[in-house]
RNA sequence: GGCGAGGUAGCUCAGCUGGUUAGAGCGCAGCAUUCAUAAUGCUGAGGUCGAGUGUUCAAGUCACUCUCUCGCUACCA
């Protein structure tokens, strides 16, 4: 395969649903743009494209909720982004919205262009509407009478009364949950997109990275939990999938199309292009053309996304790209895992989060040190953690002692030294070499040497493999503080001042170096040291590409003559009290954003509606785990009068030896439901808390069962 | 239950198509050192590679069984 001509680089788009998490940064952001920075460090020719993902359900529903417009929610989210995203240094070169006019353009653009070439299939059906809400209803949202059992309350996919699964139209006396009103019956079609077409040739490319015999990728390259999610959708065979939704928000399906109204594209078929039209407006905005980014086959297309994303940058989206036929598929989708905070997921509802607009603000000038951890311990391959004390070990132990302290080091003796001035020195004479500790090393193979660290960073990169990147970086500085060490400038500076001149001469090298190499993953640091050694700022347009050249020919990286600044503290400790503010802060953030999140109180009840129910006091008398079912426990109930099976979700709380004698609270009246398979004669009364943990409702001791509860 | 990904030193993780005494960073111990933000350098201790069985001259690396964690999925009236 040959060098690309042009990279293109996208980044999961955000949804605009909640602010971000460090969790976003370690699974997509900042690989990305570690990537992204290396390639314009090389001189490539790149552009890095995200947006805010402004559509679907959630949104909607949010918005409903809170009673304004999704509007409001998206741009405040939006906004919130774009400040985020410039402050931790993620440097997109378009950040783009899905609510654009240009990005419904695009989109509609596309689906009418699938559409001409055969690639969606209309499948049309009756569906029930609320003519007063202004909706079709989802099965759920409709309740009838049982053709079967005649109870008057059965659903639209299924009666609880007799079990069985039922399609709405074969309710009776059909109402709607919404407004009471009967719905009326409207035809509704929608586009499905015949997956199950492009299974044949996603299976070659994903396992071989061909497309009809032409190699488009090597295969191998691809992580392993990509390939494994990809095929395991690939075995159970593809499905055609729908493309439309009935909804409000979101991009309309194009007018002219006889169905279309009040029809919007789903949103995993609007999002992803959503990269298309960010792209175009990025080369509206630079005056360039857009498509070769993603029509022309010398284009490597990278996808950096987490694993939730995995089957749509994967199956679904090549499918829609190979369908219309003229745009290239991802070289790579080098998705990465999960990132756990303090022992326990991540969770925005629960409020379990390192906020990273917060972080910026609490930490404004160490948006660096963030980064570091972040790449420290980015989930490539597994799930990894954040903590705040590693936090503060990565900053003070690496950061701070090794490499700000190798810096300081440098830029101080050679002030002391040489007044600032980076002395020139005698070619032939040696000094012991930073790794080997020979003393038969000299100036020369020092640079070599360099250059063949520097590379080590630049492989890394190229194989997203972020983390020993940021490795080799790390041992670059540690191999200057060697150099120091084993040459003890301190103390030959009386007795062999020329030789002391060659050390320092080389331990500049490697900082100015650094200061190129260290900028895909630590930008704000790159521009501090070009500062303090009086280097020209970067501007990410090949420094690093003749940086190697330079070191290659043995020419210097910094030439001797030139003034140095002051020394600065790049980076500084972290104390232990700030580490335990954060910590705090997480914990007692968390349970008091869970209580606030309280179920809204239902609709007002009557009496006699009340009384219909009969609860009875119950004791279990046997309980055991129901097969095949991960959460599913079949009990035996005493209520006195009698014994009942009652089938209960409750398996991932409590273990079935534990529960037995257990006194309960039982729904006795309830209509009886099989439940796989075993039929479940009443319900036990839990109580959840807002995490979802389940607790019984358990009458006082001495309550057998079968007494009324009122 | 089905499918996928993992379980490697105290911690965070590398170990590609099976091959000499299993690696890195951090932490820890000892020694050296002071130019530097009590920083640095050297040396060292630490692992029956989740458990078991098998294939092989040879297995962390392949196969099977089991177990734990995470994700998707089904089942929580």
Known sequence: MTEPKRYLVTAALPYANGPLHIGHL??????????????????????????????????????????????????????????????????FDIFHRTSSELHHETSQEFFRDLLKKGE???????????????????????????????????????????????????LKNPRSTLSGNSPILKKTSHWYLALDKHEAWLKEWIDKGEVNGEQLHDASRWKNHVLGQCRSWLEGGLQPRSMTRDLEWGVDVPQELEGSDGKKLYVWLDA????????????????????????????????????????FHCIIFPAILKAHGDYILPKNVPANQFMNLEGRKISTSKNWAVWVHEYVQEFEGKEDELRYNMFKNMPESRDSEFTWKNYQETNNNELVNNLANFINRVVVLTNKYYGGEIPKFDENIDFTASRSDSETSFHETELLDLHDRLLEVVTALSEYDFRT????????????????????????QKTEPERVKAVMNAAIQIVGALSVVCRPFLPFTSDKMREMLNLPA??????????????????PVIEAGHQIGKPVHLFTRIADDVIEQQIEKLMSSAPVDASTNYEPVKETTTFDDFMKMDLRTGVILEAEKMKKADKLLVL???LGFETRTVVSGIAKFFKPEEIIGKRVTVLANLAPRKLRGVESQGMILMAEDADGKLGFVSPDEGFGGGFVVK
């Open 538 to 555: 970067i501007k990410d347009n090949g420094e690093l590409a003749t940086l190697l050249e330079n070191l290659a020919e043995g020419k």
């Open 469 to 492: 990147g940021l490795n080799e970086l790390m041992s670059i500085s540690s191999s200057g503080n060697q150099l120091l060490q084993f040459n003890e400038p301190w103390a030959k």
């Open 272 to 311: 992803p292009i959503g990269y298309i039209s960010a792209t175009k407006q990025w080369a509206k905005d630079a005056g360039k053309d857009w498509e070769p980014y993603w029509k022309d086959k010398d284009t490597q297309l990278v996808h950096f996304i987490g694993k939730d994303n995995i089957v």
């Open 636 to 638: 035996k109930v005493d």
């Open 120 to 170: 969606f299939t209309v499948q049309e059906s009756e569906q029930y509407y609320d003519e007063e809400a202004n909706q079709f209803l989802a099965d759920r949202y409709i309740i009838g009478t049982c053709p079967n059992c005649e109870n008057p309350e059965a659903y639209g996919d299924q009666c609880e009364n007799c079990g069985n699964s039922l399609s709405p139209t074969e």
């Open 26 to 91: 370690a699974g997509a952001y900042l690989s990305a743009d570690a990537y992204v920075r290396w390639l314009r460090l090389m001189g490539k020719d790149v552009v890095f494209v995200c947006g805010s993902d402004e559509h679907g359900a959630a949104i909607t529903i949010r918005a409903k909720k809170e009673g304004i417009a999704p509007r409001e929610i998206i741009d405040k989210y939006d906004k919130i982004f774009r400040e985020t995203f410039k402050k931790i240094g993620v440097s």
